[in-house]
């Protein structure tokens, strides 16, 4: 299924929030870097998370997964950090490349990252810098996957930008525990995605790896640490909710249950979002610079609240996200009747009553632009095509499923009747 038709319904009903992504990565990296047998519950196998699973079972875990249906329970054993020669296919996995790549260095002589769809643009100059510094050997394609590299980590004192992707600071907080010496990372301007920064924090705790983080100016690790065994359940996911409470924000009938209202997730920022509107403003800014996997769903919500002018702003890291977010959301709304225009850093939305649909739509490869598109679905006059479907598998694979059971009507697209 590449394609289907979407037709405009209302949803309704209740769904649990499917388990963290970004949490079920690092409880696996985590327990893969851990004594003794771990066990990680309440995990969806999605294509992300099938990445980390393999990426480290090649770096020497040994991961055995149970129980049927959506919700899988994992059994890790650590590894002992015997590799030689790995080579990692992280599929189009950000998190789980970035994260990887420091770990590899400190379990194998040598490793290979591969990756597909736009995870071979995706930059790495933070860790090439580190690399040059720590005189690691690497090999690159123009800069670009693959990419081969030899050598360990020094540690010591790293120092980079606030403005760079959260994922290279969680990569070496994985890592830099494991080495002889202590290690800090010095932040020289504001840092950007503070929360996945806690959540790394937070798990590195459950696994018994304490991380010193002085205002986010300042990361202390310990070497010679040891990461212990652990049991842990992953919590609701509040990206992947989004969609749902949008979806009720813009006249669905539907509740999104099973999260953790004391969550570290970043993005549980999307409860105070949506009560921004409830004010009877005329004009609302959204600072992405924290919260960057929640703008294709809030420019939906943007495009829906009828007479107010949404400025969605210090987005520009979205253009080298899975797409190029801001124009894929922006097209593909515009396609639908939003009254949307790109930024360079941002979008500024004019809100309508509904959409007009009637219209074929893409979602770019993107999971989260096509979960975007489906719920700006409920509120068209038309039907609209959505087509390449199938990216919610990246992250959501039972989206479509769920979307149905809520009342979602959708069906396969033949371009050929």
């Known amino acids: ?140 394609s123009d ?92 919590e609701g996911d509040y990206s992947q909710a989004a969609f749902f409470i949008v979806a009720k924000e813009i006249g669905n009938n539907v509740d999104c249950v099973g999260l953790n209202m004391d969550s570290l997730q970043g993005d549980k920022e999307i409860v105070n979002i949506v009560r921004k509107y409830d004010s009877g403003s005329e004009e609302v800014t959204i600072d992405a610079s924290q919260i960057p996997d929640l703008v294709p769903i809030l420019a939906v919500l943007a495009s829906l609240k009828n007479g107010v002018t949404t400025n969605i702003i210090n987005a520009e890291r979205l253009r080298i996200k899975e797409s190029d977010r801001l124009k894929a959301i922006s097209t593909e709304l515009g396609k639908l009747g939003a009254i949307i225009e790109e930024q360079k850093d941002g979008l500024v939305i004019k809100g309508r009553d509904l959409l007009d649909g009637g219209a074929v739509v893409d979602s770019w490869n993107d999971h989260r632009i096509a979960m975007s598109l489906a719920v700006a679905a409920t509120r068209c006059r038309e039907e609209i095509i959505l087509t390449d479907c199938m990216a919610v598998n990246k992250s959501y694979p039972d989206f479509w499923e769920h979307y149905k059971m809520l009342g979602g009507k959708i069906n396969e697209f033949n371009n050929r009747q």
């Open 1 to 140: 299924m590449s394609a289907i038709i979407i037709k405009p319904a209302q949803l309704n009903g209740k769904i649990f929030a499917p388990p963290s992504k970004s949490m079920s990565h690092r409880a696996v990296i985590c327990a893969g870097l851990s004594s003794g047998e771990s066990i990680v519950e309440n995990v969806i196998l999605s294509e992300d998370i099938k990445a980390t699973i393999e990426g480290m079972r090649q770096l020497g875990a040994e991961v055995e997964i149970s129980g049927d249906g959506s919700y899988r329970t994992l059994h890790i054993k650590g590894s002992k950090g015997t590799a030689a020669k790995v080579n990692i296919n992280c599929r189009e996995s950000g998190s789980t490349l970035r994260f990887l790549i420091p770990v590899g260095m400190m379990l194998a002589d040598e490793c290979t990252f591969t990756g597909s769809g736009n995870l071979s643009k995706r930059p790495l100059d933070v860790f090439y810098e580190i690399f040059k510094k720590d005189n690691i050997d690497f090999e690159t």
């Open 143 to 234: 800069g670009q996957l693959p990419l081969k590299a030899r050598g360990k980590l020094n540690g010591g004192t790293y120092e980079m930008t606030g403005g760079v992707s959260s994922q290279f600071i969680s990569g070496l907080l994985f890592a830099l525990p494991l080495l002889e010496k202590d290690s800090s990372i010095r932040i020289r301007d504001n840092m950007e995605s503070k929360g996945y920064i806690d959540l790394t924090i937070s798990m590195l705790e459950k696994f018994g790896i304490s991380i010193e983080n002085n205002g986010y100016r300042e990361i202390k690790i310990s070497g010679k640490s040891a990461y212990k065994n652990a049991h842990y359940t992953v």
